[in-house]
DNA sequence: TATTGTTATACTCTATAACTATA
DNA sequence: TATAGTTATAGAGTATAACAATA
């Protein structure tokens, strides 16, 4: 039970450790055919999963950043076109930051990158497993989340 | 099919995010009592989740860092007295990085923490939910990691 | 001479603090 | 004056390059 426990904890580790490795970075980039930091990307992707404009605050609570990290990163993006800044509709000072058609097409390369480094992990595995995967991926991400927030607010 | 895909990425994804946040690492510092940098606390895990002194080249490969990052943080360690320099037994000139008693005890309650966050995580599952996490994740690891290792040999 | 590790250095990522501007 | 964002700065984390030491 609590060894169960162990290799999945250590498991994921290793999976966090490998996906944030500066090399896999640049074998994603490289696979896409981009030239982007990770901040970079990871921004663009985020607005892609959203599928619609998010405000700077907003980004940088979905990625658990601060703001000013992000004020950075899109201005860069927004200087080499893959994002542009319109006027937020419900708060004039506000602006939303909105995937150009070349950043979507950018955004959605990189994500593609991603989805099919774990779509060939998993080919050979059975449909049902596969199904389980998802389900059960879904269910600890949402309750993994939740949990660290309660633990960490809590204090 | 192609939608399950993206949502078990993204659910990582998030997941790996949180993970990493420098809130995470700290919380995780403070729940088990020491005061060590992220790169401190990887290392020791990983000595004690391989249970047994390991050389700085293969801490490095484990870790998938550079050996001069791992150099200066066993130096770091060995200071503190969680970590001590024991020759190679197979080749005179290498040493192993052992654990000392303090640092197995630190190790053991820091990962202690992360296994409890899982634990609480996902402590409402079934029994027969967690068998399978624990199974799947196992199998990703190993099919993700190699399937990487692939990826990124071939170029 | 090949291998392992170390020292020195620099770059990337991210946080904190101080400031600006608009509702 | 409260909120969203920006500018400025600093610190953590990690990589690369050059070197040292031992089989």
Redesign the pocket.
Known sequence: MDEDLNRTVSAFRMLV?TL????T??RLTEAAGVRL????V?ILVYLLDSGEPR????I?TG?????????????TLEQRGLVE?VR?PD??????IALTEEGAEVASRCRKVTTDWFQGAIAEWSEADRAELSRLMGKLSDDLSSHLKDVITLR
Chains 1, 2 share one sequence.
């Open positions: 450790t944030n490795r500066a090399k970075h640049e930091d990770r901040p970079d990871q405000r700077i605050g907003l940088a990625l658990q950043v601060e703001s000013p990290h992000v004020t950075r990163h899109v201005a800044r937020d708060d004039g000072r506000a602006w939303r």
